[in-house]
């Protein structure tokens, strides 16, 4: 009985930690590299739903961004579903959140002025520092030269692979309550074991 109420205890603690504290995921695909590769694990602080700009987070995108192109809230902005690249990112997201979970680097914040060149965020007017990013080159999914403001409480993503990444360019900004949490830690594989 005393190994049954041990293991049962335990259990409960660990399903309070993933649902509360930590909660560890995989990554899908590579739209993070080079900072995460595909299949490596790392884990994400849930306690945080207000990330800094340069934070890595875990989130829930709005409903139609797992859709080939994305979907943004408005017409004439990001990418439409034929496959055509506007000049301004999206900054309207379609109001709901979909099931489905992403991981790419907060950018820009509440309140920033933003718009992206040759892959590289210009945000109030200055550079991101991105020596972290792949080189996204100068097609037109690279370039929303267009100024777009992040609305109140949104936070506007981008994987680190620029050129291949589905992220806030076409389906919008994500609002802090789609937030799951901030990833601090990698853990597998065991050569990039480390804080991110």
């Known amino acids: 009985m005393e190994l049954v109420v041990t ?9 309070l930690i993933q649902a509360f504290i930590v909660k560890p995921y995989r990554i899908p695909s590579g739209s993070m ?14 306690m945080i739903n207000h990330p800094s700009v340069g934070d ?33 990112a999206c900054d309207v997201p379609t109001p709901t959140p979909s099931s ?12 920033d002025r933003i718009s992206i060149v040759d892959g590289h965020v210009i ?13 996204c080159g100068d097609g037109p999914e690279c370039n929303f030269r267009q100024t777009i403001t992040i ?12 050129g291949l990444s589905d992220d806030s360019r076409y389906w919008g900004p994500v609002p802090d309550k789609w937030i799951i949490g901030v990833a601090f830690f990698t853990y597998w594989p065991p050569d990039r074991i480390g804080t991110l």
Request: hydrophobic letters at 35%; glycine letters at 14%.
């Open 7 to 15: 293991v049962a205890v335990a259990v409960g603690i660990a399903v």
């Open 151 to 162: 609305p109140p409480g949104d936070y506007f993503m981008m994987g680190d692979n620029r």
């Open 123 to 135: 945000r109030n007017g200055v550079r991101e520092p991105d020596a972290y990013t792949n080189p």
């Open 56 to 88: 890595v987070v875990v989130f829930h995108p709005p409903a139609g961004a797992d859709s080939p192109q994305g979907t943004c809230g408005v017409a004439d902005e990001g990418e439409s579903p034929s496959g055509q690249f506007f000049g301004r």
């Open 100 to 111: 489905e979970t992403f991981i790419k680097r907060v950018v820009a914040g509440p309140g």
């Open 33 to 46: 590299e080079p900072t995460l590769t595909i299949g490596q694990r790392i884990l994400a602080n849930r």
